[in-house]
Structure formats: structure tokens, C-alpha cells
């Protein structure tokens, strides 16, 4: 899926990014917007042509199709998730102060996670091409937090009978889960209880506030 008409892209793998303002910008960002709220099949060309206040044929002069628009759209989300992971994963304190703050961040929670809501669609799933920066994205956090955790055992902070990759995995699954609890009660607190649950769990293998 690659563009047919239209400037010469920016981006890395030769698709078009979009400068800010520019109607391939405008395009991606109403994409993402109506991902996140209905999904593949009810993000239709209409839709997003009106959301990015585009003319018709637009989204062809940009982009290949409605796939291949949808992929950028959910190529920058899935970058956007990990730039904000990395931002707070690879800050000061201990490897708890760096997990605690990932888990704590301020979230859009009853909307849900953007790209991890894309794992309920059944056609953003049957599309190898869409699903693969899910997949990728949710590989990358795991083994960013697996890094975090191991590293905080190295250094003594936690203890040695910790499971860096299974707390990493339980980390990623708390926090879509918590979602998921929230969107289904209507309020956050489900997501806020789920998060304190794992944080006093990770409090039990921290060996810096031990007596």
C-alpha cells in the first residue's frame, strides 16, 4: 500500500508524514481521532474527508486508499504511545519511581487506550499490515518495561525473585485491562483501582524502603 500521487514524502518509509497544517496532517490526525472513537469500518472516506475539512479526492492525492491512510493514522499513534513511554520509563529515580510513573499518567481513561483499542476491531485485526504497529508497539513496551524492572533488580532495588518479564507483561495487561473496567462501569475509578492494585504489588519487592 503506497501512495500514488502527491509530493515526495518525509517520512522514513517513504509515506507521507504530513507537515503541520498541510492536508496530509490534517488527514492522519482525523483518521487517529475517528479510530479511537469508531473504529475501522465507521471511519469511512466521508468522515474523515469532514473531519479534516478536505476536499473530495484529497485523501487520493495523499494517500492509496482508506488502508492506507488508516496505517499512517495508526502508525503515529503507536509512535506517540511510545515516545510518551520512553519520556517517563527512561526519567529519574528508581526503576519503581519510572514504572509508577508510567502507570500514573494522566489518561484519556474512559476513551480508552488509541492503540489499544484497535486489538477489539476485527478488521484492524484481520489486516496483517494494520496490525502489525499494534503488535510491534505492545512487543516494544513489554521489553521496554522487562529493562526498566531488570535493571532495578540489578541494582538492588527489587528483589532478586522478581520476574522481570511476567511483571513487565503484567504491567502492559493492568493497564488495558483497567480500560476496559472503566469504559465498561462509565468512570475511571475501576482504572485508578487496578493501577493501585499493581502498584502495591510492585511495593512488595521494593527493597529500598525495607527496614
Known amino acids: 500500500m503506497t501512495p500514488v500521487t502527491g509530493p515526495p514524502s ?7 508524514s504530513g ?29 474523515i474527508l469532514r473531519r479534516a475539512n478536505a476536499g473530495q479526492g484529497s485523501m487520493y492525492h495523499h494517500f492509496s486508499g482508506k488502508p492506507d491512510l488508516a496505517l499512517a493514522a495508526i ?6 504511545l511510545r515516545a510518551e513511554a520512553a519520556r517517563l ?4 529515580g528508581t526503576a519503581l519511581d519510572r514504572v509508577g510513573a508510567y502507570l500514573r499518567r494522566e489518561r484519556e481513561v474512559l476513551k480508552g487506550c488509541p492503540v489499544g483499542r484497535l486489538t477489539q476491531d ?17 512487543d516494544w513496551l513489554r521489553g521496554r518495561l522487562t529493562e526498566v524492572l531488570a535493571e532495578g533488580r540489578e541494582r538492588g532495588e527489587l528483589d ?14 493492568v493497564v488495558q485491562g483497567g480500560y476496559v473496567l472503566a469504559r465498561a462501569a462509565g468512570a475511571p475509578a475501576a482504572f485508578d483501582q487496578a493501577v493501585a492494585g499493581v502498584l502495591g504489588l510492585l511495593a512488595g519487592h521494593d527493597t529500598t524502603r525495607r527496614p
Not at 484481520?126 to 496490525?131: H, V
Open 19 to 47: 507537515t503541520p497544517g498541510s492536508t496530509a496532517e490534517r488527514l492522519i490526525e482525523s483518521t487517529r481521532e475517528l479510530l479511537w472513537e469508531r473504529g475501522y469500518v465507521g471511519t469511512s472516506p466521508k468522515a
Open 160 to 173: 532478586p525473585a522478581l520476574d522481570p518479564a511476567a511483571t513487565a507483561a503484567s504491567v502492559v495487561a
Open 75 to 80: 502508525r503515529r499513534s503507536a509512535e506517540e
Open 89 to 92: 520509563l527512561d526519567g529519574p
Open 122 to 138: 476485527p478488521d484492524v485485526m484481520a489486516d496483517p499490515a494494520l496490525r502489525a504497529p499494534v503488535d510491534e508497539t505492545f
Open 10 to 16: 518525509d517520512a522514513p518509509d517513504g509515506r507521507p
